[in-house]
């Protein structure tokens, strides 16, 4: 039986008739199942944004909520590295002005606050549910790698830990996993771990249609996953 704060996830998106989670939503879902996230809040206020940065500590990531945003960064919705009090406030602004001005009738639920992940290695982890096989689940290096390289691996879920660390050895570019040209190598077993999770958390959910972390950041030591998308 799964957890009732993960049914709580599904059914408060549901009672809003959306078939996406939010962002903030996703990451709760995956903390759920143990897997790292970024510590958020939501602000609905700028006043609100200050005192949950204070809270969280700088520096902060800020990110437009909107049912109409699912690619937040292309709406000039995520600003980085945000160090101080005013910053917050320029930058919750900053946010609905850049919002408004790529969709005037977007609907902004409010601004993520959240901790911002020191730089790391970009890895994506994703699914999607194949009508005969069921959900799949997949394993990439973020940004060229996945986008022009397609240089990923699949498996049909469950997987386990051993099918998990063979995801990690059959892309072309493993070795970056390992650290070249001065990147520090990237811990397996956390990424391997992520992978694990996610297998159990799609087949404990049948609600994920689709879902994506893009990215998640490794470090020699544990891994953030920062960004996070579920399509219901
Ligand atoms: P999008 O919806 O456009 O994919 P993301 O949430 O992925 O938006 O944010 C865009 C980029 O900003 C990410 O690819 C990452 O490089 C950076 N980023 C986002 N959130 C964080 C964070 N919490 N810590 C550090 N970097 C972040
Ligand atoms: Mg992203």
Redesign the pocket.
């Known amino acids: 039986m799964r957890d009732k704060a993960v049914t709580d996830v599904f059914e408060a998106a549901k009672k809003e008739n959306r078939s996406f989670l939010y962002?903030h939503e996703a990451k709760k879902l995956f903390g759920l199942y143990g897997m790292p996230v970024?510590r958020?809040l939501v602000a609905k206020t700028e006043d609100e944004a200050v005192k949950a940065a204070k809270k969280i500590g700088f520096p902060i990531?800020l990110?437009i909520v909107s049912p109409q945003?699912?690619?937040?960064?292309?709406?000039g919705?995520?600003i980085?590295?945000v160090k101080d009090e005013q910053g917050i406030r320029d930058g919750f602004k900053k946010i609905i002005t850049n919002v408004r001005n790529y969709k005037a009738d977007a609907e902004i639920t409010g601004v993520l606050v959240?901790?911002?992940?020191?730089?790391g290695t970009?890895i994506i982890v994703g699914s999607t549910t194949d009508p005969t096989f069921g959900p799949t689940i997949m394993f990439g290096l973020?940004g060229i790698f996945v986008e022009i390289l397609k240089d990923v691996s699949f498996r049909v879920v469950p997987i386990d830990l051993v099918d998990a660390m063979e995801m990690l050895d059959e892309i072309k570019a493993k070795k970056i996993l390992d650290g070249v040209r001065g990147m520090p190598p990237s811990d397996r077993k956390t990424l391997a771990d992520i992978l694990v999770k996610t297998s159990r958390m799609l087949e404990d959910c049948p609600e994920i249609k689709e879902l994506d972390m893009?990215?998640i950041?490794a470090y020699p030591d544990g891994a953030?996953i920062?960004?996070?998308?579920v399509i219901m």
């Open positions: 962002e970024t958020i990531v990110k945003i699912l690619h937040k960064s292309d709406a919705g995520v980085v590295g959240q901790e911002m992940a020191p730089k970009e973020g893009n990215p950041l953030r920062v960004d996070g998308r």
